[in-house]
């Protein structure tokens, strides 16, 4: 324990796992720096271009990855199935704003505060940033009932009950086509429903799909506040009740944390932010089909938070925008001509989830504390690697 | 004064909760084939349909039982869910596809050669699923045993990921049918209207014996009574002078060989294989060890039969598209009401 009291003073001469650390003062100054600069990059790239279009999904992914990063990271509450609430967020922009209802309002369609060519189609058509508000809503819910069956469970446990909801939800939008209403289907199943609105926000016109700015800030805007709620959470009372939580379960009850409360407020607020991210890949991809909602998703998002490393805020942002740009932009763009430039006929992209799988393995191997671990995460692993022998088992008495 | 205050019996609500967690889930297992044959007998006046599903059901689940095991022996002992399970069962039903067309086993084959043909098949897949399980720990789980869970969990997945690659480079994205050697729809025998298929028999006459050599193998021998300690205490085992590496390697070897023979015997009753068989197989039979109480054999092989009959109740009557959301329903639930599972005794995890 004395290495944490020297480190808060002298971080020079640390030892342990060496790896950088940041400063309380330098977190509160990074924060407006790094949001300027992202601000003012679409600048400087065609704004109509692919890496435009990747920076756009990194962001989104990064939202998503700090909402699992709650559940996982800071409440230690292992969820596998996080790619329910991409499903129930996006579906809530595919239902609410498309035509995909085309027979509501006896076919005139049901429209609230939208502007142009939404405004007089069929279907149902909500401002954009009601649907935000209502995919937050139906997700936190969705948390609290997946996370409802396992308050008695821990550890792996709750990995298979979370990865068996999103399985179901998955299973549910690949068949929603034949649950029918009066006729209605409840989803598109594979075929996808689209065109879903653009973002419409209020006094400037509809977002379009050839400039791609617009969503640019608007997803960097839902970074920032994603960001400033993620560091308000982690150092309230609330996060600290999740901290203790992960730690150990049994003293934190014996210590007044109530936690059946504490785990399902964790489920909420990391469900909200997937169902927010959701919502906006729904509007910005333009479609919302079943295939995007398999369990590869939550690996991926899963991936991002432990490459960063688990608890720590700017390792998951890290971790979600490298992994985004590697799994959108450098397995499909870079290596894939690989082989035909050294003369092989081979599709890199058939061996996507080889790659993939490789990197798991060997970042777990090799760094298991991810890029930039949160310190206390940090020094439970290095103190396990010191006494490894002794240690080698206690793990699970 | 405190010993008066106290109430006389337990309170009603506690009464209530031993009884929903005792009875629940045996309720809700009931309640799917009981609902079933009410509504057969009111439709058709028998239950002869309810029957098909179950006798196909308990063969079904006999490959489940199979790969449960699997799991159940590796959780058992280093208490991680081996994600990568599944797909070294699908391995397996590859590699037996690939053994018999090499061996030029064909549908005219003789029934002699069959049967040599398919000992020497079950052999080699079993052996080949061993040693890529034993290999994988050897990999993937052994250099993190110290590391916290969530680590070796993540090195699962990723090598199911690899696994599913291996597969879908080897027989493509789409289901690959094989040649139907034991003519698996054919009907052997009918009882009470209940029809008892080729694919059937073959399920159950190899599961059984496996099963009793298993058994045997974990309760009698010596290697099997440092499994059972090591499962027991890892730490106490390795100062009697188990080799706790070496006992590990063996448990997911077993595990493998067993989820290799589960493969051929699916190939065999299915006729069609692909990739992604082994992430859903596997779940399934991740639910059928859950269900009997993990790192219990017996809990196992119960689970693997009550879960294919579910399943094959599912398939038959709701629809296959929605099988696997039905079996992972049963998931939740029995996490809802019974964690323990069925014959399992309660665990740290599953309190």
Same mark, same amino acid.
């Given at each position: 324990m004395s290495v944490a009291a020297s480190q808060s003073e002298k971080p020079a001469t640390r030892r342990g796992v060496p790896s950088p650390t940041l400063p309380p003062w330098f977190e509160k100054l990074l924060v407006p720096v790094i949001l300027v600069v992202a601000a003012l990059l @679409?600048?400087?790239?065609?704004? &109509? &271009?692919v890496f435009m279009q990747n920076c756009i999904q990194a962001l989104a992914y990064t939202v998503m990855a700090l909402g699992l990063n709650i559940v996982v990271g800071f409440a230690g509450l292992l969820d596998l199935g996080y790619v329910a609430f991409f499903a129930i967020g996006a579906y809530t922009a595919g239902w609410f704003g498309s035509g995909f209802f085309s027979r509501v309002g006896n076919g005139e369609g049901i429209h609230i505060l939208t502007s142009g060519f939404a405004a007089k189609a069929p279907g149902i058509h909500v401002n954009f940033l009601l649907i935000l508000v209502i995919a937050v809503i139906l997700t936190a819910i969705a948390g609290v009932i997946i996370g409802l069956p396992t308050l008695r469970l821990r550890g792996d446990y709750i990995a298979i009950v979370t990865l068996a909801f999103g399985e179901i939800i998955g299973r549910i939008a690949v068949n929603g086509d034949a649950i029918k209403f009066d006729g209605q289907q409840l989803t598109a199943g594979?075929?996808?429903?689209? @065109?879903v609105d653009k973002i419409d926000l209020p006094g400037i016109e509809p977002f379009g799909l050839l400039e791609l700015r617009p969503w640019y800030w608007f997803v960097l805007a839902l970074v920032a506040l994603v960001l400033f709620v993620n560091f308000r959470l982690r150092d309230s009372r609330l996060g600290r009740a999740w901290i203790a939580l992960r730690e150990d379960e049994i003293a934190a009850v014996a210590m007044g944390v109530p936690s059946v409360k504490t785990k399902l407020l964790a489920y909420a607020t990391g469900a909200a932010f997937g169902g927010m991210s959701g919502a906006f890949l729904g509007s910005f991809l333009n479609t919302v089909n079943a295939d995007q909602f398999q369990f590869y998703f939550s690996i991926l998002i899963l991936g991002m938070i432990i490459l960063g490393g688990l608890g720590s805020i700017w390792g998951v942002v890290i971790g979600a925008i490298t992994l985004s740009f590697i799994n959108n932009y450098f397995i499909p763009e870079v290596i894939n001509d690989v082989p035909s430039k050294l003369g092989f006929e081979f599709d890199m992209t058939q061996i996507t989830f080889a790659i993939y799988g490789f990197l798991l393995v060997m970042m777990m191997i090799l760094? @298991?504390? &991810?890029?930039? @671990?949160?310190r206390r995460h940090k020094m439970e692993l290095a103190e396990q690697a010191d006494t490894s022998d002794e240690t080698l088992y206690t793990a699970r008495a | 004064m405190e010993a008066t205050s106290l109430p006389a019996g337990t309170p009603t609500s506690q009464r209530v909760r031993k009884l929903v967690s005792d009875y629940g889930l045996i309720l809700v297992l009931i309640a799917l084939p009981a609902y079933y044959a009410i509504s057969d007998l009111s439709s058709d006046g028998s239950l002869t349909r309810l029957g098909e599903n179950l006798a196909a059901g308990i063969s079904n689940g006999a490959i489940w039982a199979l790969v449960a095991i699997g799991y159940t022996l590796v959780y058992g002992i280093v208490e991680l869910i081996n994600f990568a399970h599944g797909e070294v069962f699908m391995i397996g039903s590859f590699v037996s596809f690939a053994f018999f067309g090499t061996i030029g086993l064909t549908q005219g084959a003789s029934a002699t050669t069959l049967l040599f043909g398919l000992l020497l098949t079950l052999v080699v897949a079993m052996i080949a699923s061993g040693t890529l399980n034993a290999l994988i720990e050897r990999v993937a789980y052994r250099p993190l045993r110290s590391a916290p869970k969530l680590a070796p969990l993540i090195t699962a997945v990723g090598i199911s990921f690899i696994l599913q690659n291996v597969g879908l480079l080897w027989l493509g994205g789409s289901q690959h049918g094989i040649p139907d050697l034991i003519n698996t729809?054919?009907?052997l025998v009918t009882v009470f209207g209940v029809t008892i298929e080729n694919g059937d028999l073959l399920a159950v006459a190899v599961t059984v014996p496996l099963l009793m050599v298993m058994t045997t193998f974990i309760s009698r021998s010596r290697l099997g009574k440092a499994m059972r300690a090591t499962a027991q205490d890892p730490e106490a085992a390795r100062l009697m002078g188990i080799n706790v590496d070496t006992t590990i390697s063996l448990t997911f070897l077993l595990g493998g060989m067993l989820a290799g023979a589960a493969g051929l015997i699916y190939a065999l009753y299915q006729t069609t294989i692909w990739y992604f068989q082994g992430f859903t197989g596997g779940l399934i039979a991740f639910t059928a060890a859950v269900m009997g109480g993990i790192g219990n054999l017996r809990g196992a092989v119960l689970g693997g039969l009550i879960i294919g009959c579910i399943q094959q109740m599912s398939d038959n009557r709701i629809g296959t598209q929605w099988t696997p959301a039905v079996v992972f329903a049963y998931l939740v639930l029995i996490m809802v009401?019974?964690?323990?599972?069925?014959?399992g005794e309660q665990t740290r995890d599953a309190g």
């Amino acid at each position: 324990m004395s290495v944490a009291a020297s480190q808060s003073e002298k971080p020079a001469t640390r030892r342990g796992v060496p790896s950088p650390t940041l400063p309380p003062w330098f977190e509160k100054l990074l924060v407006p720096v790094i949001l300027v600069v992202a601000a003012l990059l @679409p600048f400087a790239v065609d704004s &109509g &271009g692919v890496f435009m279009q990747n920076c756009i999904q990194a962001l989104a992914y990064t939202v998503m990855a700090l909402g699992l990063n709650i559940v996982v990271g800071f409440a230690g509450l292992l969820d596998l199935g996080y790619v329910a609430f991409f499903a129930i967020g996006a579906y809530t922009a595919g239902w609410f704003g498309s035509g995909f209802f085309s027979r509501v309002g006896n076919g005139e369609g049901i429209h609230i505060l939208t502007s142009g060519f939404a405004a007089k189609a069929p279907g149902i058509h909500v401002n954009f940033l009601l649907i935000l508000v209502i995919a937050v809503i139906l997700t936190a819910i969705a948390g609290v009932i997946i996370g409802l069956p396992t308050l008695r469970l821990r550890g792996d446990y709750i990995a298979i009950v979370t990865l068996a909801f999103g399985e179901i939800i998955g299973r549910i939008a690949v068949n929603g086509d034949a649950i029918k209403f009066d006729g209605q289907q409840l989803t598109a199943g594979k075929q996808g429903i689209s @065109p879903v609105d653009k973002i419409d926000l209020p006094g400037i016109e509809p977002f379009g799909l050839l400039e791609l700015r617009p969503w640019y800030w608007f997803v960097l805007a839902l970074v920032a506040l994603v960001l400033f709620v993620n560091f308000r959470l982690r150092d309230s009372r609330l996060g600290r009740a999740w901290i203790a939580l992960r730690e150990d379960e049994i003293a934190a009850v014996a210590m007044g944390v109530p936690s059946v409360k504490t785990k399902l407020l964790a489920y909420a607020t990391g469900a909200a932010f997937g169902g927010m991210s959701g919502a906006f890949l729904g509007s910005f991809l333009n479609t919302v089909n079943a295939d995007q909602f398999q369990f590869y998703f939550s690996i991926l998002i899963l991936g991002m938070i432990i490459l960063g490393g688990l608890g720590s805020i700017w390792g998951v942002v890290i971790g979600a925008i490298t992994l985004s740009f590697i799994n959108n932009y450098f397995i499909p763009e870079v290596i894939n001509d690989v082989p035909s430039k050294l003369g092989f006929e081979f599709d890199m992209t058939q061996i996507t989830f080889a790659i993939y799988g490789f990197l798991l393995v060997m970042m777990m191997i090799l760094r @298991p504390q &991810g890029l930039l @671990p949160e310190r206390r995460h940090k020094m439970e692993l290095a103190e396990q690697a010191d006494t490894s022998d002794e240690t080698l088992y206690t793990a699970r008495a | 004064m405190e010993a008066t205050s106290l109430p006389a019996g337990t309170p009603t609500s506690q009464r209530v909760r031993k009884l929903v967690s005792d009875y629940g889930l045996i309720l809700v297992l009931i309640a799917l084939p009981a609902y079933y044959a009410i509504s057969d007998l009111s439709s058709d006046g028998s239950l002869t349909r309810l029957g098909e599903n179950l006798a196909a059901g308990i063969s079904n689940g006999a490959i489940w039982a199979l790969v449960a095991i699997g799991y159940t022996l590796v959780y058992g002992i280093v208490e991680l869910i081996n994600f990568a399970h599944g797909e070294v069962f699908m391995i397996g039903s590859f590699v037996s596809f690939a053994f018999f067309g090499t061996i030029g086993l064909t549908q005219g084959a003789s029934a002699t050669t069959l049967l040599f043909g398919l000992l020497l098949t079950l052999v080699v897949a079993m052996i080949a699923s061993g040693t890529l399980n034993a290999l994988i720990e050897r990999v993937a789980y052994r250099p993190l045993r110290s590391a916290p869970k969530l680590a070796p969990l993540i090195t699962a997945v990723g090598i199911s990921f690899i696994l599913q690659n291996v597969g879908l480079l080897w027989l493509g994205g789409s289901q690959h049918g094989i040649p139907d050697l034991i003519n698996t729809q054919h009907t052997l025998v009918t009882v009470f209207g209940v029809t008892i298929e080729n694919g059937d028999l073959l399920a159950v006459a190899v599961t059984v014996p496996l099963l009793m050599v298993m058994t045997t193998f974990i309760s009698r021998s010596r290697l099997g009574k440092a499994m059972r300690a090591t499962a027991q205490d890892p730490e106490a085992a390795r100062l009697m002078g188990i080799n706790v590496d070496t006992t590990i390697s063996l448990t997911f070897l077993l595990g493998g060989m067993l989820a290799g023979a589960a493969g051929l015997i699916y190939a065999l009753y299915q006729t069609t294989i692909w990739y992604f068989q082994g992430f859903t197989g596997g779940l399934i039979a991740f639910t059928a060890a859950v269900m009997g109480g993990i790192g219990n054999l017996r809990g196992a092989v119960l689970g693997g039969l009550i879960i294919g009959c579910i399943q094959q109740m599912s398939d038959n009557r709701i629809g296959t598209q929605w099988t696997p959301a039905v079996v992972f329903a049963y998931l939740v639930l029995i996490m809802v009401f019974k964690p323990s599972g069925l014959l399992g005794e309660q665990t740290r995890d599953a309190g």
